[in-house]
Each structure stands twice: as C-alpha cells, then as structure tokens.
C-alpha cells in the first residue's frame, strides 16, 4: 500500500530541517572553535614573545628570574638583621618627628629642645640597628629572601621594615645636622640612598613605589640639611655622584615585567578563586562565591570573552613597557594614552563591548606609576641643580642669577623638566632659592610647592610645581 503524498513530504522536510539545524549547528561549532583557537593562538604568539626575549611569564619563573645572590654577597641577609632589631618609636610622641605624631618646624627653624631630645633617645634606641644597616649597606648586591610564587599572596615583610629604617636614618641625619656634624648628616643621607637601591632588581612596582618613598626622605632631608649647613666640596661632590643613578629605568622596567607575570596567574587561577578576587581583589583565596558572578564566570570563559581580556592585558602591559625606552614627556603621553584605552575598557556603556574585568581591576593602579616616577625625576635633578649652585655658593661666595651660569663648570648642562623638555627653572628667594619642574599640570606656578592635603578645601583644585628649596 503506497503512502499518501503529503506524509513523504513531510518526513522528506525534516529531513532537510534535521540537515539544516545540523549544518547550522556545525557551521557554528566551527566558528566557535576557530575562534576560540585563534583567541588562543594569540595570546601563545603574544607568551612566546616574551619568553623568547628572556622574560618570565609565570610567578615560578620570575622568582627564579628575581636572581639568587651568595649568601657572602648578600646585604639582604644583614639588613634584614638590622631590621629585626628595630625598636618601635611612640608614635603617640608629641615631639618625635617622621615616625610619631610631632610635627618637623620649617627647614630654616631650629628643632625646638624637646624634639631633639625625643630624636636623640630614638637614635640611641636603636643603636645595634644602625650598625648593623652600616654592615648591610657597605654590601652593594642585595636580594631579599622572598618568595614570589604566590603572586598577589607573596608577602613582602621587609617593605614596612625598609621604610622605617630610611626614616631612622633621617632622624639622624636631622640631629647630626642641627648639632653641627654636616659630615654625619650627609653620610646618613648617602646610607637611606643605598637603602633605596636594595630594592633596584626587586621586579614589583610595590617595591620600586618603596624606593621612591625612601629617595624622597634622602631629598627631603637634604633639603634641611642644606638649609641648617654649609657643606665643603667633598660632600657636595659626593652627594652629586649619589643622584647620577636617578635616571635608571631598569628598575621600572622590571617592576612591570613582574607584575605581568602576577596578573597573567590571576587569568588562569581556578574558578573558585578567580571569582573571590573578583569579589575582593586583596583576595585571591577560595573565600565565599558570589555565585551570581560564578555562572556569569562560565559564561565569560566559555564565550572566550575571558581570552580577550587577557590579550588586551597582555597588549596594555607591552605598552607600558615599551614606554619606558622613551624619553619625557613623550613617555608620559604613551603612557597616558594606554591609560586612557584601560579605562574605556573595564567600564559598560550601552551598545559598546563588554568591560574587560581583571584587566580592569589591576591596570588602572599600575598606570599611575609614570607619573610618579617623572615626579621623582624631576625632584631628582632639581636636587642635582642645587647642588651645583652650592658649589657656585661655595666657589663665590654668592648665588646666580641664572643657572646658565653654572654650566659646565659646577654641572655639565642643566637638566631639562621631564614635563615639557624645558630646562629647569631656578628662583631666587629671600631667603635662599627653589629649582623647579612645572609638574604634571605642565603649568609654571612660580615655585610654589604642593600644600598638605589636609590644608586643601575638597572642592579646591591645587596648582603647585615640583619643587627643591633652601632657605639660605
């Protein structure tokens, strides 16, 4: 018996319906696949990349990278000794500058009686301490026995310690110099230098930030000192020889690469994990999920949204990087422009991409870095200006008028404004003088110096440069 027309059709339709929902399907499988393996095959591209240069992509490899010293080369291993026998200060003191709650009076002011002798009794304290950092830091190869596999878990304990001991070395320097001993006071700023450049091959911008911390209280300082004595030749020279080294960006350099390798672990964390950084970015353990974001995770990873945001870090990251072999302003600019592609990245605006989320939560941060690294720069070479209209100062018995003048005698040129290619700007004062950089803003305010924060109205936008000054 044949069967009616219409019941063929219809199987004959299903046929061609079942055969078109599986072309379809496999049409898509496939250019799912092919995407995913071509998200996949850039980013092994973009790994290679760095590992064929010699740079470590994984937290394992940068610890090895971070390289071993001999234990009889080490200073490490007798700063870490002299940390150990730090003596707390009062910080509740009302007349212990720097690390209690007494406040420095103006440079061209003596310390009243009380804080020197509240200054006096901290040095004493902490006598052993200071010997032992003189030890450490007659080494010149330093690397601290740390562990830098864990990523953002790797605890850095001698970062605190570090900073405390350039604040007590500070501490001296200001009682040796209020006392009339320039020559201890410069050595103590020499030594808080050298404390600084332990940190030089430590590849985490955390620990190039502490750097910058420590060279800014040798700057301050130096301030003061300068201020309060009339230093003779040898340790003008001296000091001039200590701020050569400021313009080394290997430092910042290898800050960068390891912080690539801390946030490339943080893209291939298991789930659980993942999403509890996430949640709470000073967190990377299991914690409690937010499941809600748990089922967008997959989500995220299955679409290879995830893949792309790990390209555009890695993209972001090179960037930055290749930035530091330009010279400022124009870094700046680079870096600015990266800066600003990150922050359209990691924020959702309708009919746009969808935010790129660990990129988003751990570049913005680290861009900052630049600007902080000119700002220090610029201080740096105002320092070195200074010391050359010292030398002038002491030749002379008089200052400038211009710091032409200075050059090639007391400074083989004068060092341009990492803001806008300028030379630095010198101002006399009564008392003394400032040199200055116009500062992020790119605006000459004449010298005037950054106000503490807490004296600034909220709504009050501050105009200041970057400045170095002695009131003598």
């Not at 044949?2 to 063929?8: I, S």
């Not at 350039?166 to 040796?176: M, P």
């Amino acid at each position: 018996m044949n069967r009616p027309p219409h019941r063929t059709r219809g199987k004959r339709y299903q046929r061609i319906g079942v055969i078109w929902f599986l072309s379809a399907l496999f049409t898509l499988v496939a250019v799912y696949s092919g995407y995913r393996l071509y998200l996949a095959h850039k980013i092994k591209v973009r790994i290679g990349q760095i590992r064929n240069a010699g740079f470590p992509v994984t937290t394992a490899e940068l610890n090895k990278w971070y390289a071993a010293v001999p234990p009889e080369e080490n200073a490490a291993l007798l700063l870490t000794n002299a940390f150990a026998h730090l003596v707390k200060a009062d910080t509740n003191s009302p007349y212990l500058p720097v690390v209690g709650s007494g406040k420095l009076p103006a440079r061209n002011e003596p310390l009243p009686p009380e804080m020197r002798q509240a200054i006096a009794e901290n040095v004493a304290i902490n006598k052993v301490a200071l010997e032992l950092l003189e030890k450490g830091l007659a080494l010149k190869s330093c690397r601290y026995p740390v562990d830098l596999t864990p990523g953002l878990n790797a605890l850095l304990p001698h970062l605190g310690k570090l900073k405390g001991s350039a604040q007590l070395l500070e501490l001296d320097a200001l009682i040796e110099a209020e006392t009339g001993n320039p020559s201890s006071a410069t050595r103590r700023i020499e030594e808080i230098w050298a404390l600084s450049q332990s940190l030089a091959q430590e590849p985490l911008i955390i620990s190039q930030l502490v750097r910058i911390a420590c060279r800014e209280i040798a700057l301050s300082t130096l301030e003061r000192v300068l201020t309060r004595q009339n230093l003779d030749t040898e340790q003008l020279t001296d000091l001039s020889r200590m701020l050569n080294t400021d313009r080394d960006d290997d430092g910042l350099r290898r800050a960068w690469i390891g912080e690539r390798c801390s946030g490339l672990d943080i893209f291939h964390m298991p789930s659980g994990k993942l999403t509890s950084f996430v949640n709470d970015p000073t967190q990377s353990g299991e914690g409690e999920r937010d499941w809600s974001f748990f089922f967008g995770y997959w989500v995220v990873r299955l679409s290879g949204h995830l893949d792309r945001d790990e390209l555009f870090y890695l993209v972001s990251t090179d960037s930055y990087i290749r930035a530091i072999d330009v010279s400022c302003p124009e870094r700046l600019q680079i870096a600015d422009a990266v800066s600003q592609k990150v922050a359209q990245a990691k924020i959702y605006r309708k009919g746009e991409s969808w935010p790129f989320i660990i990129s988003g939560l751990l570049l913005p941060s680290l861009g900052k870095v630049f600007e902080k690294a000119a700002t220090h720069s610029a201080r740096c070479r105002a320092a070195a200006v200074s010391l050359a209209l010292e030398q002038h100062r002491r030749q002379n018995g008089s200052l400038p008028e211009s710091l032409h003048e200075l050059a090639p005698a007391w400074i083989s040129q004068i060092p341009n404004d990492p803001f806008d290619t300028r030379p630095l700007r010198y101002q006399r004062s009564s008392p003394g003088y400032i040199v200055y950089s116009v500062g992020p803003d790119e605006q000459d305010n004449g010298g005037q110096a950054k106000r503490d924060a807490r004296k600034v109205q909220s709504e009050e936008k501050q105009a200041y440069d970057i400045t170095f000054t002695v009131e003598r």
